[in-house]
């Protein structure tokens, strides 16, 4: 009983941590979508959406490297000499920089290409350029932060990597409103702010290398293939669930611009970054739970691992509950919020997006939890199933079919019937899993 409790503790603990510091995260782009309504309206709110994708790209890598090496590093740390975590951090590191230097070179040299495939049109096509330019050119520091933020979190200290984040995020949000509005500096202020975020969280961060209970550290050695081959094998399924929610983003935008224009690609603006919020709070309990269960894992309390889990999914259903019910009831002024010109379209676009949209939130909720638990426990490859059904094999074709059958309410309901179907999959890794916990 007594383990239990303390297992309930330490669940609150770095789940409620790491939601606040997702949260806060997630002011990133939630931000941008505000001050840049205000400031530069509807165009300026489809040139950042075309360049979402882009942005979750990056921060996906960044959570592949961090939260594979996370969960090798905690599963280690326990049993494995200071040689090898070093190593394992310092690979990490080599890995971040290499992804930073193929961004860069992809920032200089290739920027306006990409926009053009994004779909900008003239009327947008240089805010979308200078937006994604600036993001490419900064990924050293996005990626970075990604990998520090999940060694400091699994190195024991979930709240200096909350403070981090959320000072980080907060930067953002004070000078995205310095810039756009009395520096007057449009959409390259707003996205300067952006990339300013995790230079100032790495700052906050650095000082846990130098302190004595610290147990990674950068080391002189040459990359550890194998340790990074487990890396990447770990942190696929964060990595496919923030591209897939570009690619899915790139979909639809291409989608709703054949049939609602830049108008409803600006609506679907509003939806996509209000769905960076909500994910980022269950992203937040998924990575609360990773470190914990990795390590109880790695010590065979294999009881206590399921346990964790049980609190995660009765915590991630009752937020869906408040979190639905807001967009349901509170869709029409959340719209309005980001619609400057109130534009009547747009807020009818915007609000019946909505309503359908976040039906998704519990099935959501429990696949990407479930994912990162599966991945927490040595099981990577059913995490990463869960990952590649969500994010390409059903929710693709579901968008096509079912815009071409209902047009805009087809493209709503597309992400909460491959959540629902996902889960259904999910259920049944899961009891195989489960199973397997309970005999070994």
Known sequence: MIKRTECFLEFTKYASLNVLGALGLSCYILADTYFIS???????????????????????????????????????????????????????????LALALLFVCTGIFLTDPIVTMLGADASVFAMTSTYLQMILLCSPAFLMNNVLLCFVRNDGAPQLSMRAMLCGSLSNVALDYLFIFPCRMGIFGAVLATCLAPLISLLLLSPHLARKNNRFHLTKCLPAWTQLWRVFVSGVPSLVTEVSSGIVILVFNILILDLEGNLGV?????????????????????????????????????????AILRYAMVTMLTLSAFLYAGMFFFAEPVSSIFNKEQNERLQQIAVEGLRIYFTACPFAGFNIILSTWLTSTDHAPAANLISILR??????????????????????????????????????????????????
């Open 38 to 96: 205000k400031g530069l309206g509807a165009d300026g709110l489809t040139a950042l959406n075309l360049a979402i994708p882009v942005y979750s790209f990056i921060h996906g890598s960044g959570l592949l490297l961090g939260m594979g090496a996370g969960t090798r590093y905690s599963i280690q740390k326990s049993t494995e000499s200071s040689q090898t975590t070093d190593r394992l951090f310092t690979s990490t590191v080599y890995a971040a």
């Open 266 to 306: 600006a609506a679907y603006g509003i939806i996509a970054n209000l769905s960076l919020v909500v994910v980022s709070v269950y992203t937040g309990i998924a990575q609360g739970i990773q470190p914990i269960t990795a390590h109880r894992y790695g010590t065979g309390a294999h009881g206590q691992v399921l």
């Open 391 to 440: 994010g390409f094999v059903i929710i693709l074709p579901c968008v096509f079919l079912f815009a071409a059958a209902f047009g805009m309410i087809g493209i709503w309901c597309a992400f909460p019937c491959t959540e629902l179907l996902t889960a259904a999959a999910g259920l049944w890794l899961f009891q195989k899993r489960s199973k397997e916990l309970h005999y070994s």
